[in-house]
């Protein structure tokens, strides 16, 4: 079976890499020990068949620092706790030159040109492998044609400030959408796949 790859985009209305506040950003909905719609459908409904997460050194080191279980707070809900055991537990690879220590178990540092990475992983034993951003390295896999669909979650909001995901591609890519989502507090989950001749 050929390992899937998927992009997770998150980005506001503007093309922003960043997760500005809004009306319902931070509130939770319903039960709190349930994860709600939005976190389901961007994270705990997608994550079963995948076995590896990879991550640039900046978003690597985010999801350390706040992701990981044992830096979690007690007074998380129980979903985020379930969230960090998936994360503690699966294969992380975190691209970087400069980072030597992870500090987070399953992790592996990679680093080079990113396609040569991609088919190295894809002939490893495994699930479906995620890249999890940040967003330069999600421009990359846009780039060049390297995920074979990608999650879009846009929050409702015109920022003005952060990375852009748009500004450094200067040729078209064409995705297919498969399916739509909108979220109680006006973000949209847009999932697409990639068009290959
Ligand atoms: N999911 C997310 O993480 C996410 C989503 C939205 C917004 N953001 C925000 O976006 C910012 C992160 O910015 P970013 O897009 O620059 O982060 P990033 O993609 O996580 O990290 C970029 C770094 O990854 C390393 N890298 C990427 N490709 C590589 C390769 N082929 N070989 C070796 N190293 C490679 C390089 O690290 P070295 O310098 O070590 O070589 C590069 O500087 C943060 O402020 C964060 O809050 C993050």
């Given amino acids: 079976m050929t390992r899937k790859i998927t992009a997770n985009l998150y980005m506001t209305l503007d093309g922003r890499g960043a997760f500005p506040k809004y009306p319902g ?51 998380d809900p129980k979903f985020m706790f379930e969230y960090s055991r ?27 040109d990113l396609a040569t990475i991609i088919n190295k992983l894809k002939r490893e034993k495994g699930g479906n492998i995620i890249a999890e ?34 500004r450094s591609l200067t040729q078209q890519r064409t995705l297919k959408l498969l399916s739509s989502s909108a979220m109680p507090y006006g973000e949209l989950v847009l999932h697409y796949s990639s068009v290959r001749k």
Wanted: hydrophobic fraction near 30%.
């Fill in 86 to 112: 998936f994360l503690d537990r699966v294969d992380k690879v975190c691209l970087s030159h400069r980072l030597k220590n992870l500090g987070w178990e399953n992790s592996r540092l990679m680093k080079g």
């Fill in 133 to 166: 951003g940040g967003p330069r390295l999600i421009q990359e896999f846009i780039r060049r044609d390297l995920a074979d669909d990608y999650w879009f979650l846009v929050m409702p909001v015109i920022y003005g400030q952060g990375p852009q995901y748009w």
């Fill in 25 to 75: 950003s931070d509130l939770p909905t319903g039960d709190p020990d349930e994860p709600d719609e939005f976190f389901r459908s961007m994270w705990t409904s997608r994550y079963d068949d995948v076995t590896t997460v990879i991550m640039g050194r900046r978003s690597f080191v985010g999801h350390r620092d706040v992701h990981s279980e044992k830096n979690r707070k007690p007074k």
